[in-house]
């Protein structure tokens, strides 16, 4: 394996499948089976998962709602994501915990540091929940720095598309896909990895990303094998 330990970031988007909204229970199984065969192999696995596919801060302005009452919204909304998730790792058999950014006891333990180590050394999944814990950020930002502290050794970007490409390559039929880039090459070139404080965040603490496709089944594996697939992001 070349990497021991990682932090995989879950878009809410990617949890839809194919519906317009909400979890695609296929599809929510085999992101499950793939995160066991890391998990039987070894590797330890933590995971922020997002909340795109319930609800966006964001959205809360068109309805005139204030942002953040919003963004808490859509903390809430990756804690259920989070909870789907935990639950069909177990189905599986494979020993989770979830920790949540804001305090909610009965669902999830609070977020302690140490703690979460722990059960990455006894071999648990870590989940991940309610992102930062704050307004104006995104799980992006929330798997950096959960990512920063858990000292991973890679950020994985599971998303449908399978890498960083010159433009979008779902609606440029010329667009290039890269191999590896730089963080600087990514800045200076406009490519849009994370977010600005992700992005941020993981050039100052050198924690490199991958962004792949995570829809094609042992694709996870074959990142943490250290096969060339997707895009890896460096400094
Ligand atoms: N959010 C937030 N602080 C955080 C993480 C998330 O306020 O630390 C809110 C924000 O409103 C965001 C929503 O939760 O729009 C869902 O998260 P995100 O958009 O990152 O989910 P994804 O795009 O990965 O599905």
Do not use: W
Not at 48 to 62: T, Y
């Amino acid at each position: 394996m070349k990497y021991k330990r990682i932090l995989l970031k879950l878009s809410g988007e990617a949890l839809m499948g194919d519906k317009q909204f909400g979890i695609d229970n296929a599809r929510l199984d085999d992101y499950a089976t793939q995160i066991k065969d890391l998990h039987d192999a070894g590797v330890e696995v933590a995971i922020v998962v997002g909340g795109g596919n319930i609800f966006r801060g964001v959205q809360a302005e068109d309805g005139g709602m204030d942002r953040t009452q919003g963004d808490y919204m859509g903390m809430l909304a990756t804690m259920i994501n989070s909870m789907a998730l935990q639950a069909a790792l177990e189905k599986q058999g494979v020993y989770t915990r979830l920790q949540s950014a804001i305090e909610m006891k009965e669902i999830a333990e609070p977020f302690i540091k140490r703690r979460a180590v722990r059960h990455l050394e006894k071999g648990r999944v870590v989940i991940f929940g309610a992102g930062t814990g704050n307004p104006y950020f995104t799980t992006d930002s929330a798997a950096a720095l959960r990512a920063i502290e858990m000292e991973a050794d890679v950020i994985l970007k599971g998303t449908r598309v399978d890498g960083i490409y010159t433009s979008d390559p779902e609606k440029d039929p010329d667009a290039v896909k890269f191999g590896s880039l730089t963080f600087d090459e990514a800045y200076n070139k406009g490519l849009n990895v994370m977010d600005m404080t992700a992005f941020t965040l993981c050039k100052e603490n050198d924690v490199p990303i991958i962004v792949f496709d995570m829809n094609k089944i042992g694709n996870l594996m074959k990142v943490v094998t250290g096969e060339k697939i997707g895009t890896l992001v460096t400094v």
